[in-house]
């Protein structure tokens, strides 16, 4: 994931923290560089449950900022 481009296809999806152990809601199917626009606009609490995946890897959207 860390290597890949911006129009590479992921999922965004949105993980809660519930007490069953969350649910995972897709928000988003697409290029990369839109997911990144559409998680950016998310409020900071909905944020830090954000994920995004490729065909080989998840990352946090907040690490992914980091690196």
């Given amino acids: 994931m860390r290597t890949t481009y911006d129009s590479a296809s992921v999922r965004l999806y949105h993980l809660d923290g519930g007490p069953e152990g969350g ?3 897709t928000l988003f199917y697409g290029p990369l560089s839109e997911a990144m626009r559409l998680a950016d606009l ?6 830090e ?3 995004i995946a490729t065909d ?3 990352v946090a ?3 992914l900022l980091e690196s």
């Fill in 23 to 25: 649910a995972a809601t």
């Fill in 42 to 47: 998310e409020p900071a609490e909905v944020q």
């Fill in 49 to 51: 449950g954000l994920f």
């Fill in 56 to 58: 080989n890897d998840v």
């Fill in 61 to 63: 959207y907040l690490d």
